[in-house]
């Protein structure tokens, strides 16, 4: 009895924390919508895509990013791209060498400065892990501030079972020419602590259904390197080709994956017996990986 008295208040605690919440963001709603109203009239549309990545310090990178721009361009001739990047060490490190790249929210702040009504954000990274929910708070900060009448972040490269099986037809497509069928195609992910690093092993099972010789490793989290070398080691591979699967062909591609200290990638599997060639390539020099964040991109401007 006393324990459903003890329930009872929780319940009439939270109940009014809600409304309160409530309340709170339907005052925001009316201001912002009488903000942007002026005398009742409906604002222009007015539409806009940000393309937000994580960004690199090699200048190399700058294919990738000037594909995507002109592959974006093309498909949506009528709506002007903008730029963000959401990593504040390579913001940092760039500001010094006197290139000043835009954080999303900057870049955010100036398009609605600049009378933007409906904004497609499209996250450039590969899963929904930290930069993609860093990102998703501040799109969800200017939907509160009511900054404009439509704002939607589209979903990285692998985010749905469907975007899975595109991004293992974009693979299968761009494996080297040259690679035999008992030889290994390895990709580096770059992994991350974040609970979405499980689709890094996701993406090993499902594509080696298909082809039993492609090994998907992380940098920074499961599966290892290791791991995957001693896969390879048990079904006595010879030869591997190393690939990417980060957008840019960047630090971690140059260094851990093709770089001749000992521990790179390269390193340690020509010491287990395993010939290793490097491709220095990153997804976004690919049109396969590209035409799905322009699909996530369809997807987020059919609504508008
Ligand atoms: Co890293």
């Given at each position: 009895m006393k324990r459903l008295f003890v329930l009872k208040k929780i319940m009439e605690r939270r109940i009014s924390t809600i409304a309160v919440f409530i309340m709170v963001i339907f005052c925001t709603?009316?201001?912002?919508?009488?903000?942007?109203?002026?005398h009742g009239e409906k604002?222009?549309?007015?539409?806009?895509?940000?393309?937000?990545?994580?960004?690199?310090?090699?200048?190399?990178?700058?294919?990738?990013?000037?594909?995507i721009d002109k592959k974006t361009k093309a498909a949506f001739p009528d709506v002007p791209v903008y730029w963000a990047y959401t990593s504040h060490i390579i913001r940092n490190k760039?500001?010094?060498?006197?290139?000043?790249?835009?954080?999303?929210?900057?870049?955010?702040?100036k398009m609605r400065a600049e009378g933007f009504t409906h904004v497609a954000v499209q996250?450039?990274?590969?899963?929904?892990?930290?930069?993609?929910?860093?990102?998703?708070?501040?799109?969800?900060?200017?939907?509160?501030?009511?900054?404009?009448?439509?704002?939607?972040?589209?979903?990285?490269?692998m985010a749905t079972q469907d975007d899975i099986v595109k991004v293992i037809d974009a693979i299968l497509k761009n494996i080297p020419k040259q690679r035999k069928a008992n030889e290994a195609v390895v990709l580096m992910g770059h992994g991350t602590p974040h609970p979405?690093?499980?689709?890094?092993?996701?993406?090993m099972f499902q594509i080696q259904l298909k082809d039993s010789n492609i090994f998907v490793g992380t940098v920074e989290g499961y599966p290892e390197i290791d791991d995957i070398k001693e896969l390879m080691l048990n079904k006595k591979i010879k030869k591997a080709y190393l690939m990417p699967f980060m957008s840019?062909?960047?630090d971690h591609a140059?260094?851990?994956m093709a770089g001749d200290d000992a521990d790179?990638?390269?390193?340690?599997?020509?010491?287990?017996?395993?010939?290793?060639?490097?491709?220095l390539k990153g997804t976004a020099e690919f049109d396969d990986f590209i035409n799905i964040w322009i699909d996530h991109l369809k997807v987020t401007l059919s609504h508008f």
């Open positions: 709603i009316i201001v912002a919508g009488e903000a942007s109203a002026k604002k222009e549309v007015k539409k806009a895509i940000l393309l937000v990545a994580f960004g690199s310090s090699e200048e190399s990178s700058q294919i990738s990013f000037d594909n760039l500001a010094k060498q006197g290139k000043i790249l835009d954080a999303p929210e900057v870049a955010l702040g996250s450039l990274h590969t899963i929904l892990g930290e930069e993609y929910d860093e990102l998703k708070k501040v799109i969800d900060s200017f939907k509160y501030m009511g900054g404009f009448e439509k704002i939607i972040l589209g979903y990285p490269l979405a690093n499980a689709f890094y092993a996701a993406l840019v062909a960047g140059k260094n851990d790179s990638w390269k390193s340690l599997l020509t010491k287990a017996g395993i010939e290793s060639e490097a491709i």
